[in-house]
């Protein structure tokens, strides 16, 4: 029967997420253990939870049509090369198809990320608006003595 200590659960929550069904068969049972045990082991699981939500939501922008008639037409280009025989043995070193779709994926990451950040700012904004805590008109009247 194995242990596992807060950081340790912290961590696989950080990787797999909230669902323990995601995590690692091996850790499951140790998991749910420090979960009863520990309540600090269900806040994480509760944040890790947030974000598992955030992401969830977050919007699967497909590249464009143009980007991927490209990517298809360099792959193509590439396989008739070959089948001529024009590049040779090496023909699989031709970046052209690898750098295509690095870009597709720096490109996807870049909107992906500038949405889901703008989004869990103002999502993060609302919910400390929602904390309970003295708001300006109450600051503001402690002040002045009223």
Do not use: K, N
């Amino acid at each position: 029967m194995t242990t596992m200590d807060l950081e340790r659960f912290e961590h696989l929550a950080d990787a797999y997420g909230a669902d323990l069904r995601r995590w690692p068969e091996a850790e499951r049972e140790a998991a749910r253990r420090l979960l009863v045990a520990d309540p600090r082991a269900g806040r994480v699981l509760g944040e890790a939870d947030l974000l598992d939500a955030f992401l969830d939501a977050a919007p699967r922008p497909a590249p464009s049509h143009a980007l991927r008639e490209r990517v298809i037409a360099d792959a193509a280009g590439a396989h008739l090369g070959r089948r001529r025989g024009l590049l040779g043995p090496f023909a699989w070193m031709s970046g052209a198809g690898w750098a295509a779709a690095a870009c597709a994926g720096v490109a996807f990451g870049m909107v992906l990320t500038s949405q889901m950040t703008a989004e869990i700012r103002a999502d993060t904004v609302l919910y400390q608006a929602s904390l309970t805590a003295p708001d300006d008109a109450e600051i503001l009247a402690a002040g002045l003595g009223g």
